[in-house]
């Protein structure tokens, strides 16, 4: 392999099966390139790189449409739309419904040459909100932004509620927002995020001031779906090599090469690659193997021991912002579904360690975590229904009779403490932190 600069990254990844009955492990026959572990789990892909089906024993996963890879290049990712008609007011009062006290200020405004001014001027208290209605899709992830400015205001906020063609509430809560700082005369960016209810079709975006006197200010709104970056599939090849699969291929145009081995085990078939640079530059990319599953009445892990029945439409993950770059990191290293016949968990083994009491890293050593129902951070997953992707990352998980429980796997005798890596991760094995 020559060598290139710029960005060369490599990944090891574990699919591990859980049956959640007792199967036999002849694999059904498969038209495609087929990679089986020993267990009785097969993968079979196209010879364009594509899963195109997975059996445990004579389990066949229901896959909604073909799988694979997929990368997304940070650094050419589409505008985000802003979904807020006439959001800086620079057609006066556009797609707004202005009532008394609430006017277009061209004097103090944050961006352009008009922004929407507030009052209630006492001296009794009162309320006046400036808001509007944003269509929006359902099961997706939001990020809403506006500008204020405030002057002897007591009681102000921005908010967003959910609702649906008949504007009726459906979001979890009545409404969720932001609190405005308590600095008189100077802009403020407020700033929140929320993921849509399988029913929510609009959005009432508004600021208000409430019970009070004195001025707001508002420009600038914002909605746009959150940015978690376009993935791409790969162009590539795949082949047999030996007993596994290899997979070759990229996006050319982004200067982006990925090799990839699919390896049979004796408890779970191995993915391990490279993704490359060829333009030279250092560059910031995202990697993605989905398996986008018909899962509507299957059981989502969000830990080892929490879980909920997937609907039709949802979106399960159990993941937090990134704080450096754009999109969403898993919390624990890995994922898991469980169908009436099998289960399926995608995970990430844990090599590298640090000694204890030194800040210097060992060299890396394969030492697996043997706890079954662990996630972590990554932009690996499954996808679910409608293309919900499932984030995951983690630990060597082994094959088990069910998806159980930690305090079961412990009463059982299944997780020992001496298998798992000292320190934090270790505590998160115990399902402690």
Not at 193 to 216: M, V
Not at 319 to 347: F, H, K, M, Q, R
Request: net charge neutral; charged share 25%.
């Amino acid at each position: 392999m020559s060598e290139r600069k710029g960005l060369r990254a490599t990944w090891s990844v574990c699919l591990t099966m859980a049956l959640a009955l007792v199967l036999s492990m002849r694999v059904a026959p498969a038209q495609g390139i087929v990679v089986n572990s020993e267990d009785g789990t097969a993968l079979e892909m196209s010879a364009q790189g594509q899963v195109m089906g997975m059996t445990i024993g004579e389990a066949k996963l229901p896959l909604a449409a073909p799988g694979g890879f997929a990368i997304a290049d940070y650094q050419n990712q589409p505008e985000p739309v802003n979904l807020v008609p006439n959001p800086g007011f620079e057609e006066g009062a556009q797609g707004w419904a202005l009532g008394r006290g609430q006017t277009i200020d061209e004097e103090i405004v944050h961006s352009g040459k008009r922004a929407v001014r507030i009052e209630v001027p006492g001296p009794e208290p009162g309320n006046s909100n400036v808001g509007c209605l944003v269509p929006v899709k359902p099961n997706t992830h939001y990020r809403c932004e506006l500008w204020v400015r405030r002057e002897k205001v007591g009681v102000c906020g921005a908010y967003v509620s959910e609702r649906d063609d008949q504007n009726k509430l459906t979001g979890k809560r009545t409404q969720v927002g932001a609190a405005i700082p308590k600095v008189d005369n100077q802009w403020h960016r407020l700033t929140w995020d929320l993921t849509t209810q399988p029913e929510t079709t609009r959005l009432s975006l508004r600021s208000d001031i409430y019970r009070s006197t004195g001025t707001l200010w508002l420009d600038d709104f914002s909605i746009t779906e959150a940015n978690e970056g376009v993935y791409r599939p790969i162009e590539a090849k795949a082949a047999k090599q030996g007993d596994g699969v290899v997979v070759r291929g990229g996006l050319p145009a982004a200067g982006l090469e990925l090799e990839a081995t699919f390896t049979g085990g004796d408890e779970c078939i191995r993915v391990e690659g490279m993704v490359r640079d060829t333009t030279g530059e250092d560059r910031a990319v995202g990697v993605r193997f989905a398996l986008p599953l018909n899962a509507e009445g299957w059981t989502w892990y969000t830990d080892a021991e929490e879980h909920e029945t997937v609907a039709a439409g949802g979106a399960y993950r159990h993941t937090y912002n990134c704080e450096s770059g754009i999109g969403v990191c898993s919390i624990y290293p890995w994922s898991a579904l469980s169908g009436p016949d099998a289960g399926l968990t995608l995970a990430l083994p844990l090599y590298l360690l640090l000694r204890p009491g030194e800040g210097r890293r060992r060299e890396p050593q394969p030492r697996p975590l043997l706890v079954r129902h662990l996630r972590a951070r990554s932009r690996l997953g499954h996808e679910v229904g409608d293309g919900a992707v499932l984030p995951a990352l983690p630990g060597e998980l082994r094959q088990a009779p069910s998806l159980r429980g930690l305090s079961e796997l412990r009463e059982a005798g299944e997780v020992r403490s001496e298998d798992a890596p000292r320190g934090r991760i270790r505590r998160h094995a115990r399902g402690r932190e």
